[in-house]
């Protein structure tokens, strides 16, 4: 297949492949955050992971792409890696990749709401003109779902999030977030796996280990699962900090 050709398949601008370094190439499905083009980045990284494309290494999906790094001295002829390996992808693409929602996961997240946990949900309420219990409430019911992760391992980027709650990131980060908090900014939620820096509008924390290294797998969210976070009192907290 040619590159006319694939322009040509892909007259409809479902999809665009370009270049990423030297080493990698890049698909990307649009440029809106929402479940459905999450969906279908998804569902063709799981399809190039379950059947390798030969000189690929890695596979690693993202909000709205899909980066596929390989070797450039496994392919031969006369043509570049890249152009070789774009036309195997457009050719997978044109057959169609079906999404698989029966594979769906729903976990359930206990999070203790404000307070010490929560040090910027009295804020974010005043920004959205709501009392806390109120954002606590809308934030447990929005349809949360891991679009990806990243950043750090097991670090889950959340869609979802009730649009009453859209607030802009903290003007100033903070440089130590504590581990398992429950952040929200502008249409989306995260929960930090580890102690790290962040600029999130911290609102509540989780007792749940998201990232364990001797786990199989290491990370307890995968892309594509369904999040309920669940209010829980700080005793039980405590309890379930405990039992971890």
């Not at 969906?39 to 890695?58: E, F, I, K, M, S």
């Not at 890249?82 to 206990?110: C, F």
Request: proline residues 10%.
């Amino acid at each position: 297949m040619t590159g006319s050709d694939a322009d040509a398949r892909n007259a409809g601008g479902a999809w665009q492949i370009a270049p990423l370094g030297d080493r990698a190439l890049i698909v990307e499905f649009g440029q809106r955050v929402e479940r459905e083009i999450s969906a279908r980045a998804r569902a063709v990284a799981q399809q190039l992971l379950r059947t390798p494309l030969p000189g690929v290494t890695d596979v690693v999906p993202a909000f709205t792409t899909v980066a596929l790094h390989y070797r450039p001295e496994a392919f031969t002829g006369t043509r570049a890696p890249y152009e070789q390996l774009r036309d195997q992808v457009e050719a997978l693409l044109a057959r169609g990749v079906a999404s698989e929602h029966d594979a769906t996961r729903v976990i359930e997240v206990p999070v203790c709401y404000g307070g010490e946990f929560g040090p910027d949900l009295a804020e974010v309420a005043t920004l959205c003109k709501l009392g806390p219990d109120e954002v606590i409430a809308l934030h447990a019911a929005s349809p949360h779902v891991v679009y990806m992760l990243g950043f750090a391992p097991g670090f889950p980027y959340l869609g979802g999030l009730d649009p009453r709650l859209g607030v802009p990131r903290r003007a100033t980060p903070r440089t130590t977030v504590p581990m398992g908090s429950v952040a929200i900014a502008r249409d989306q939620s995260i929960i930090y796996p580890l102690e790290t820096p962040g600029g999130w509008n911290l609102i509540g924390r989780t007792p749940l280990r998201l990232f364990r290294p001797q786990s199989e797998p290491p990370c307890l969210l995968q892309p594509g699962d369904e999040v309920r976070f669940v209010p829980i009192p700080v005793e039980r907290y405590r309890a379930l900090e405990g039992g971890e």
